[in-house]
């Protein structure tokens, strides 16, 4: 069956300090795989979305990027983090007719 | 403007006492609607699809319809273990996926 791993579960980071969210997918091959934040009384947001390695697409301009090294691993990163980067982070895997989401990381930047 | 408005924002019942969980939505081109359940610091869980005006699913205690405006969440006789946020989200022919805020249920025994 398929799982789908993502650490850390919460981050405390400074401003201006550097991110990198990983999520793994196991139990399948050339999953898409997505990106989306959840911020309080907004609904969730999707943020980028990967059909295979190397493929990117990024829905929203952000202080954010994403890369996808292995088939089955993404990662989501920041050079310099704000305070409004902070919120909840999802990594899925599927389609857009069924997601399959990570646990997430709880993201506070002070 | 695509839109999906979910309501109540909360909501307070005592174990069996049942109820229904609204989400309407403005959008051009819906190719679908689905609802997914989430637990408190955990992703969302998949739950429903929904596809054309008059579609009914059901798990459990949950009922999910679906018009061409809005689609219900009916809870019949929850229990504690039914409280979490159920959040209903709304596909497009364009492929987008719009989702809603969410209505936080707790069900008190």
């Known amino acids: 069956s398929q799982t789908i791993h993502q650490w850390p579960a919460t981050l405390v980071q400074p401003v201006g300090s550097p991110l990198s969210l990983e999520c793994t997918v196991e139990g399948t091959s050339n999953p898409n795989l997505y990106w989306y934040r959840q911020a309080a009384g907004r609904g969730l947001q999707l943020l980028f979305y990967s059909v295979g390695i190397g493929q990117i697409s990024s829905e929203v301009p952000q202080n954010l990027s994403a890369s996808r090294p292995q088939d089955r691993q993404f990662i989501l990163s920041s050079k310099k983090l704000l305070l409004s980067d902070s919120g909840f982070y999802l990594c899925?895997?599927?389609?857009?007719?069924?997601?399959?989401f990570g646990s997430g990381t709880q993201l506070s930047v002070l | 403007e695509d839109q999906v408005t979910q309501s109540p924002e909360a909501l307070r019942l005592q174990e069996g006492e049942s109820s229904s969980l609204n989400c309407s939505y403005t959008?051009?081109?819906?190719?679908?609607l689905f609802w997914y359940r989430q637990d408190p610091g955990k992703g969302p869980e998949f739950l429903f699809t929904l596809y054309s005006a008059g579609e009914e699913k059901e798990k459990e205690r949950l009922k999910a319809t679906l018009t061409k405006k809005e689609s219900f969440l009916h809870i019949t006789a929850p229990k504690p273990e039914d409280s979490a946020t159920y959040l209903c989200?709304?596909?497009?022919?364009?492929?987008?996926?719009?989702f809603g805020t969410g209505t936080r249920l707790q069900v008190f025994p």
């Open positions: 959008v051009s081109g819906l190719r679908g």
């Open positions: 899925a895997w599927g389609t857009s007719e069924k997601l399959f």
């Open positions: 989200a709304v596909l497009k022919n364009t492929d987008k996926l719009i």
